[in-house]
T-cell receptor, first 110, second 114 residues
Framework: QQPVQSPQAVILREGEDAVINCSSSKALYSVHWYRQKHGEAPVFLMILLKGGEQKGHEKISASFNEKKQQSSLYLTASQLSYSGTYFCGISRGNAGKSTFGDGTTLTVKP | NAGVMQNPRHLVRRRGQEARLRCSPMKGHSHVYWYRQLPEEGLKFMVYLQKENIIDESGMPKERFSAEFPKEGPSILRIQQVVRGDSAAYFC????????????FGSGTRLTVV
């Protein structure tokens, strides 16, 4: 079952913050985040495995709620290079595939 | 340490021809995943393989599509008798031990069926 990502698109000015959400109707084993620029491959950002976990650094970080049904990606003081489409991938077990959301397109303008 | 290598980068096929897409995972990675992406859309799971085994092919169309990951050599995604609807970017990803590490994606193969 595919995770639901929101919002679908975000437009920011440099220096502004953004939050991208990824939710599932059932508890997950893991959630991972990727950024894809147009015409390129998705690039791994981080993976979260534990309920209540927070990960990343001050500019790009993510959380996984206690029930392991929702994750949020936080982009702080955005830079032009943050532009791209962000995908979350979810897995229900440690030996299976990941299912990706439809993506959130982030555009950072000067 | 080379990343995930996919070739060709671009592939043009006429309707009815066969397309063969290759993927060499990162060194030390034993899990390979294939995803298809249509323009402006998300990544749709196709198949998950380990060496000589298909673990999950629930995303593969029942006909014309097949995948393998032999003991020696790259993983191959094969599409027989291609149709225009097969035009897409096909990404391969690998991971060392399944879900605990996240994926490293290759640069993809852009298949165009004319």
């Amino acid at each position: 079952q595919q995770p639901v990502q929101s919002p679908q698109a975000v437009i920011l000015r440099e220096g502004e913050d953004a939050v991208i959400n990824c939710s599932s109707s059932k508890a997950l084993y893991s959630v991972h985040w990727y950024r894809q620029k147009h015409g390129e491959a998705p690039v791994f950002l981080m993976i979260l495995l534990k309920g209540g976990e927070q990960k990343g650094h001050e500019k790009i970080s993510a959380s996984f709620n206690e029930k392991k049904q929702q994750s949020s990606l936080y982009l702080t003081a955005s830079q032009l290079s943050y532009s791209g489409t962000y995908f979350c991938g979810i897995s229900r077990g440690n030996a299976g595939k990941s299912t990706f959301g439809d993506g959130t397109t982030l555009t950072v303008k000067p | 340490n080379a990343g995930v290598m996919q070739n060709p980068r671009h592939l043009v096929r006429r309707r009815g021809q066969e397309a063969r897409l290759r993927c060499s995972p990162m060194k030390g990675h034993s899990h390979v995943y294939w995803y298809r992406q249509l323009p402006e859309e998300g990544l749709k799971f196709m198949v998950y393989l380990q060496k000589e085994n298909i673990i999950d092919e629930s995303g593969m169309p029942k006909e014309r599509f097949s995948a393998e990951f032999p003991k020696e050599g790259p993983s191959i995604l094969r599409i027989q008798q291609v149709v225009r609807g097969d035009s897409a970017a096909y990404f391969c990803a690998s991971s060392p031990l399944g879900e605990t590490y996240g994926y490293t994606f290759g640069s993809g193969t852009r298949l165009t069926v004319v």
